[in-house]
């Protein structure tokens, strides 16, 4: 059974880090690209970040996250992380993994940046 799991949302206050992590099971990871997506209360959800499969190439989709957020992964571990820094009222949002592998999405983890 494919399945991502997430970790490590909160309360953050602004100018706070936090850093996320998914754990995936039930297939070949390393065959596969991961993405971070988050939903923001009214909005669609946002594709952040994306990686693939060996680590060595990715990308910040989200322009207001760009220089903030870094996206990595282990893939002895398989897992796949979101480093956020200087976290910003508007990055409130649950935040959800991807992979393509029967389109698979995690539960979500919710991420509340607020003084």
Do not use: H
Request: hydrophobic share 35%.
């Amino acid at each position: 059974q494919v399945q991502l799991v997430e970790s490590g949302g909160g309360l953050v206050q602004p100018g706070g880090s936090l850093r996320l992590s998914c754990a995936a099971s039930g297939f070949t990871f390393t065959d596969y690209a991961m993405y971070w997506y988050r939903q923001a209360p009214g909005k669609e959800r946002e594709l952040v970040a994306s990686i693939n499969a060996n680590g060595g190439i990715t990308t910040i989709f989200a322009d207001s996250v760009k220089g903030r957020f870094t996206i990595s992964r282990d893939n002895a571990k398989n897992t796949v992380s979101l480093q956020m820094n200087s976290l910003k009222l508007e990055d409130t949002a649950v935040y959800y993994c991807y992979c393509n592998r029967k389109a698979t999405w995690g539960q979500g983890t919710q991420v509340t940046v607020s003084s």
